[in-house]
């Protein structure tokens, strides 16, 4: 960080997402606790942004699925519900 004048970690990695919001360049985490690799070539990066992509979609599917199955329950708990089956799905 001496040679380019950075003087905090913190101020580091606002450029790094800087730079990675104008496409300039990928970071990948592979693991949790691990360090992000960074990288500048093409192929790699739209291979990065498919994985995260990906990875956000199974996440949001999840959450969404959640959600789904909560107001559900709740409904067939307030008696709005007519339930078929007599265990909860």
């Known amino acids: ?8 970690s913190v101020t580091l990695r606002k450029y790094l997402d800087n730079l990675t919001l104008f496409g ?11 360090a992000n690799n960074y990288t500048f070539d093409r192929g790699k990066m739209q291979e990065i942004i498919r994985m995260n992509r990906g990875k956000r ?8 699925a959640g959600i789904r199955q909560k107001k559900l329950s ?4 307030k008696g709005k519900v007519v339930t078929i089956n007599p265990k909860v799905r």
């Open 24 to 34: 300039l360049i990928a970071r990948h985490q592979p693991k949790r606790n691990k």
């Open 74 to 77: 709740q409904e067939i708990n």
């Open 57 to 64: 979609q199974r996440i949001s599917q999840s959450i969404k």
């Open 1 to 8: 960080m001496r040679r380019t004048g950075i003087k905090s």
